[in-house]
T-cell receptor, first 110, second 113 residues
């Protein structure tokens, strides 16, 4: 099993839709989890962090399921500007080296 | 406050040429990283520096060297460029041991002919 796995997509949704992505991880010692957003030909930017059960920021909600070892990102009321690739990051416990997933592509259409 | 900056933004090299990619940050990051990103491969760690004065290999170090010149600067050198090193290179920094909270530079797009 790869350390961090994501469905590459693309997820193609209409404006206003709710969409969710999952990210599974293999290192049970990981304590913190992160979602990044990467626009085409741009650098990744931190979107949300998850340290316990979940985190919410406006239309975005991140959830952690330790028992099943996955995190999810829920986007409500999708906007055209949400079109991007969403990267899951899981630093192994105590490590300086974060492990990036390969990303999930989201396309929001009118 | 410029954040994390990288130079150059674009570069074309011929096979066998050498060059150094520069990265600087004014965010007081302790740790700095160099990644490459290729289509379908995601971000792969080349080298990292946990703190000033230390460097360590990442997942794909072959063909690269790094220097942590001071706390602000972390450079990546290609001694003899190969077409397989055509990629987008990102530098990133983080602080306080929170390896998942990374701030990236805008990237260098390198083509090796």
């Amino acid at each position: 099993r790869k350390e961090v796995e994501q469905d590459p997509g693309p997820f193609n949704v209409p404006e206003g839709a709710t969409v969710a992505f999952n990210c599974t991880y293999s290192n049970s010692a990981s304590q913190s989890f992160f979602w990044y957003r990467q626009d085409c030909r741009k650098e990744p930017k931190l979107l949300m962090s998850v340290y316990s059960s979940g985190n919410e920021d406006g239309r975005f909600t991140a959830q952690l399921n330790r028992a099943s070892q996955y995190i999810s990102l829920l986007i409500r009321d999708s906007k055209l500007s949400d079109s991007a690739t969403y990267l899951c990051v899981v630093p192994p416990g105590g490590s300086y080296i974060p492990t990036f997933g390969r990303g999930t592509s989201l396309i929001v259409h009118p | 406050n410029a954040g994390v900056t990288q130079t150059p933004k674009f570069q074309v090299l011929k096979t066998g040429q050498s060059m150094t990619l520069q990265c600087a940050q004014d965010m007081n990051h302790n740790s700095m990283y160099w990644y490459r990103q290729d289509p379908g491969m995601g971000l792969r760690l080349i080298y990292y520096s946990a703190s000033e004065g230390t460097t360590d290999k990442g997942e794909v170090p072959n063909g690269y060297n790094v220097s942590r010149l001071n706390k602000r600067e972390f450079s990546l050198r290609l001694e003899s460029a190969a077409p397989s090193q055509t990629s987008v290179y990102f530098c990133a920094g983080t602080s306080g041991g929170a390896a998942g909270t990374q701030y990236f530079g805008p990237g260098t797009r390198l083509t090796v002919l």
